[in-house]
């Protein structure tokens, strides 16, 4: 419980921290810094969900970091097991990455702050047809080189267990024709839902090779909802082995950005 307690209030202490930074990033955008901003913004992004992650007591691995376009006009598809797996993917993937996120996380003072200005948007799940034109609109920004990173499960797992796939969302990105990114998420649900308590975990985020839909015909878009899926499942059951030894308590690196790159 002191752990829970703890890793939430640095994270929220990080947060409200972070604000120093809004008025020069707005500042920089104004000048037309637009870059300069981008890489500030990933940078402290990248720092507050590293030390979130540290905060719990666990480790990250990063596998398939080669499968990431070199482009940024593309959609992260990944399962969705706890609240760390927005943490995980924001802070090793090192791009300014916005996620569909539900409507109640625009209340939390500071942290929508931050959604806003990563590029996040924020859907009612109760109103299918409204969440659907959202995420169409958000889909032609991540086209236009601003990538998005969404959980077509829905919600998070009860059980640690893939939930089936909701297709609206998915039919979105697919009838765009944007690169979609599948990603595996593994180890989150035992980290905290599991007992609701922190307890650490070696986690792992996979990112797969991507899927281009850009002249695939309608009648391919169950075929390729079905491939995402057990790609995505795949990469959970083939998770490398974990050592579960002493040292992993003991060996924790933050490995935290270098806010001098945007200098």
């Known amino acids: ?34 870059q300069r ?4 913004v990933v940078a402290l992004v990248q720092s507050w969900a590293r030390v979130m992650i540290w905060s719990t007591g666990s480790r990250a691995e990063l596998l398939g970091h080669e499968n990431l376009p070199a482009h940024d006009s593309f959609c992260l598809v990944s399962n969705h097991q706890s609240n760390f797996d927005i943490p ?12 569909v996120a539900k409507h109640e996380l625009g209340k939390v003072p500071f942290l929508s702050t931050w959604m806003q200005i990563i590029g996040c948007v924020l859907i009612d799940r109760r109103d299918g047809q409204q969440a659907v034109q ?9 086209q236009q080189g601003h990538p998005i990173v969404i959980f077509p499960e829905g919600s998070r797992s009860k059980d640690g267990q893939m939930r089936p796939f909701k297709q609206g969302g998915l039919r979105a990105v697919f009838d765009s024709g944007i690169t979609i990114v599948p990603v595996t998420v593994s180890n989150t649900f035992p980290l905290f839902e599991q007992q609701d308590r922190l307890v650490p975990q070696k986690l792992f985020l996979n990112i797969h090779p991507a899927v281009e839909t850009r002249g695939l015909a309608p009648e391919d878009f169950p075929t390729v909802v079905e491939q995402l899926r057990q790609t995505i499942e795949q990469g959970i059951q083939e998770q490398p082995q974990v050592d579960w030894g002493f040292q992993f308590y ?13 200098l």
Not at 37 to 40: E, I, K, S, T, V
């Open 1 to 34: 419980m002191i752990r829970t307690t703890l890793a939430y209030l640095i994270c929220f202490f990080y947060i409200f921290f972070a604000l120093v930074f809004v008025l020069p990033i707005v500042l920089m955008r104004a000048f037309g810094m637009d």
């Open 37 to 40: 901003a981008d890489q500030l």
């Open 88 to 99: 995980l993917i924001l802070g090793f993937i090192p791009r300014k990455i916005g996620f």
């Open 134 to 142: 959202i995420i169409r609109e958000r889909i032609e920004l991540a």
């Open 250 to 262: 003991l060996n924790q690196n933050l490995n935290l950005p270098n806010f001098r790159d945007w």
